[in-house]
C-alpha cells in the first residue's frame, strides 16, 4: 500500500492494527459473500422493482431515498410507501399485485444489497449530499435501470480520488475519517 510510506511511526502502528483488522474482516467478508450470494444482487432481487419507469414519471430519487440530507444511510423505501401511490395505480399489474401481497402480510420485501460497505468502513450520505455530491459519481445513471445493479467500484481508491480534489484534502485523507 504505496499511502504508508510517509507516515509517522505512529501512524504506521495504526495502520497496522487497521491492516491486521482489515484482513481478518476480509476472510470473514469473503465467506459471507459466498454463502450470501450478495454480489449478484441485481438479478435476483425479490421483486422486479423498475428505476426508469418512476425517473420518467418524474419521481426524485429522494423521494424514496429520504435518508439522503438527514442521515448516513439513503434508505430503502418501505412497503407502505410503495402502497402510498399503488393502491391506486397499475393495481392490474402482476407485480403490482405481489407487491400488495407483502403489504397484506405485513411483511418487507427482503431486497438484496447492491452496495454495501464493510463494517470498518464509516460512510455518510448527508455530508456528502450537503457539499453538492450527485447520486450519479458513485452510483452512475440509475434513472435509466430497470433493476439497480453496481456500476461504480466502491474501493479505498475510489473514495480517495475524490477527497484528494477537494480543499481540506488533508483531513479527508485522515485514516481515522474513514475508519473509526
Ligand atoms: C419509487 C421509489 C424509488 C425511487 C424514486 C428511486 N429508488 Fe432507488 N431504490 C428503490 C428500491 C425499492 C430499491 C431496492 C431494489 C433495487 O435495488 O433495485 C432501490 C435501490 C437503489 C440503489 C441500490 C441500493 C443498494 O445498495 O442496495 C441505489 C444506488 C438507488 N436505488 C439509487 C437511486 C437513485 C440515484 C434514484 C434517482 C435517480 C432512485 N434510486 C430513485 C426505490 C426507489
Ligand atoms: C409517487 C408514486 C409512486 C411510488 C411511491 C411508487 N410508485 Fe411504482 N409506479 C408509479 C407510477 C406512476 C408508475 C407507472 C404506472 C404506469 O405505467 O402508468 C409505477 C410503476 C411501477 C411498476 C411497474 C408495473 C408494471 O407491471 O410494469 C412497478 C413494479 C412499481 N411501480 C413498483 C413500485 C414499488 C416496489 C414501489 C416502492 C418501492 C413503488 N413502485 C413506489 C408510482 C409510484
Ligand atoms: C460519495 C458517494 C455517494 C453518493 C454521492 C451517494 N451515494 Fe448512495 N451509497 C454510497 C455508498 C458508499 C453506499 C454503501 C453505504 C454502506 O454500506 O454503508 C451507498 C448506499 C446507498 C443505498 C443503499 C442504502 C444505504 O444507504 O446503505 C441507496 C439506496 C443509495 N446509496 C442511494 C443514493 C442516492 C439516491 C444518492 C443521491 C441522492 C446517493 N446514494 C448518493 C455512496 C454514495
Ligand atoms: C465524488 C466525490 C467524493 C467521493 C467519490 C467520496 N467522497 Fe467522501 N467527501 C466528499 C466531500 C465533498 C466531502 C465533504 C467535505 C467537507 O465537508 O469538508 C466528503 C466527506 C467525507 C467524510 C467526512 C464527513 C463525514 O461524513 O463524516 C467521510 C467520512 C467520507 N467523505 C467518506 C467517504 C467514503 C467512505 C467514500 C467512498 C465510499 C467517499 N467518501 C467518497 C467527496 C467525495
Ligand atoms: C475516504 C475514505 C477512506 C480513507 C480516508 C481511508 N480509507 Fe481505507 N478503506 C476505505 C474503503 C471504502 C475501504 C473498503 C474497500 C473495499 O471494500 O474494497 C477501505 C479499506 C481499507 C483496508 C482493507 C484492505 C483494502 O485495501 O481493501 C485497509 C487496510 C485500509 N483501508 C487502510 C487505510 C489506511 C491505513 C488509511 C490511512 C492512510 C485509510 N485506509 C484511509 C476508505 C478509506
Known amino acids: 500500500m504505496r499511502i504508508i510510506s510517509g507516515l509517522s511511526s505512529r501512524q504506521r502502528l495504526l495502520a497496522g492494527a487497521v491492516v491486521v483488522g482489515g484482513l481478518v474482516l476480509i476472510v470473514a467478508a469473503a465467506a459471507l459473500l459466498v454463502t450470501s450470494g450478495r454480489s449478484d444482487a441485481a438479478s435476483e432481487q425479490p421483486l422486479a422493482f423498475n428505476h426508469e419507469i418512476h425517473a420518467q414519471k418524474g419521481i426524485q430519487c429522494q423521494f424514496c431515498h429520504y435518508g439522503v440530507t438527514k442521515s448516513p444511510s439513503a434508505v430503502i423505501p418501505s412497503v407502505e410507501l410503495c402502497m402510498g401511490c399503488h393502491q391506486n395505480i397499475r393495481t392490474d399489474s402482476e407485480i403490482i399485485q405481489e407487491l ?12 438484496k444489497r447492491v452496495y454495501e460497505q464493510p463494517s470498518y468502513v464509516y460512510f455518510n450520505h448527508r455530508s456528502h449530499i450537503a457539499s453538492g455530491v450527485t447520486c450519479g459519481a458513485c452510483h452512475g445513471d ?15 481508491g475510489f473514495c480517495l480520488d475524490c477527497h484528494a480534489e477537494q480543499e481540506n484534502k488533508e483531513a479527508l485523507y485522515d485514516c481515522a475519517v474513514c475508519h473509526r
Open 142 to 156: 440509475v434513472a435509466s435501470m430497470t433493476v439497480a445493479h453496481q456500476v461504480v467500484e466502491h474501493n479505498m
Open 100 to 111: 400488495a401481497g407483502y403489504w397484506e402480510r405485513q411483511e418487507p420485501i427482503p431486497w
